[in-house]
């Protein structure tokens, strides 16, 4: 009986652990205008290198709309490796279009 309730334990933290480290990251590019990037997830640390090559694949000459409206969570890592990305990115294009989600 106490070895079904370590193994009960242990998967709840393996299922949470996979829950909380999964990042869903999509990509919608019409070809003229802006690419629109949709993150959905969990923004952490151990996701910071996933998300920032499927940001560096971007075009560097095309405006992108980045939304984190999706995001469960972001961790300071991520918010400062976004912030750092989305500066070098507009250095090189046009002024960003600020939108703003209603709720």
């Given at each position: 009986m106490f070895e079904g309730v370590l193994i009960g334990l242990l998967l709840a933290v393996v299922?949470?652990?996979?829950?909380?480290?999964?990042?869903?990251?999509?990509?919608?590019?019409?070809?003229?205008?802006?690419?629109?990037?949709?993150?959905?997830g969990h923004a952490t640390f151990l996701r910071l290198p996933r998300i920032l090559d499927a940001l560096e694949?971007?075009?560097?000459?095309?405006?992108?709309?980045?939304?984190?409206?999706?995001?469960?969570?972001?961790?300071?890592?991520?918010?400062?490796?976004?912030?750092?990305?989305?500066?070098?990115h507009n250095a090189h294009t046009v002024q960003p279009e600020r939108t703003r989600v209603s709720a």
């Open positions: 299922k949470t652990a996979w829950e909380t480290s999964h990042v869903h990251i999509d990509v919608d590019d019409s070809g003229t205008g802006a690419v629109r990037v949709r993150i959905r694949q971007l075009p560097a000459h095309r405006p992108i709309e980045l939304n984190l409206a999706g995001l469960r969570h972001l961790d300071h890592a991520c918010m400062s490796a976004l912030q750092n990305w989305a500066d070098q």
